[in-house]
Nanobody, 121 residues
Framework: VQLQASGGGLVQAGGSLRLSCAAS????????MGWFRQAPGKEREFVAR????????YYADSVKGRFTVSRDSGKNTVYLQMNSLKPEDTAVYYC???????????????WGSGTLVTVSS
């Protein structure tokens, strides 16, 4: 089982990035998917999640209105579109899978390798 996040990079404040999370050995449509991030010296924090059906989404207040989570079951991939990026969005971003509808990292059983997003001011 492997989740691989990609799409990170360096972007100026106000810019956009789209992160992808591809899976192998795991059918993502069976799971609720979450995006989390961890900045240097800080704890991992919840960013966004999407239900296994793709119908329901939920966002942290800090990204609401700027980030959009989506999924493509045919490609077994989940996305995080990030617009109007701010320097405080700088972090390593991780995707994860859970059988529960939750924002708690401890309840996500599968984690991908992270992708670094750096937003310059």
């Amino acid at each position: 089982v492997q989740l691989q996040a990609s799409g990170g990079g360096l972007v100026q404040a106000g810019g956009s990035l789209r992160l992808s999370c591809a899976a192998s050995g795991l059918t993502l449509s069976r799971y609720n998917m979450g995006w989390f991030r961890q900045a240097p010296g800080k704890e991992r924090e919840f960013v966004a999640r999407i239900s296994n059906s793709g119908v329901t989404t939920y966002y942290a207040d800090s990204v609401k209105g700027r980030f959009t989570v989506s999924r493509d079951s045919g490609k077994n991939t989940v996305y995080l579109q990030m617009n109007s990026l701010k320097p405080e969005d700088t972090a390593v971003y991780y995707c994860s899978a859970s059988g529960l509808w939750t924002s708690l990292p401890s309840l996500f059983g599968y984690w991908g390798s992270g992708t670094l997003v750096t937003v310059s001011s």
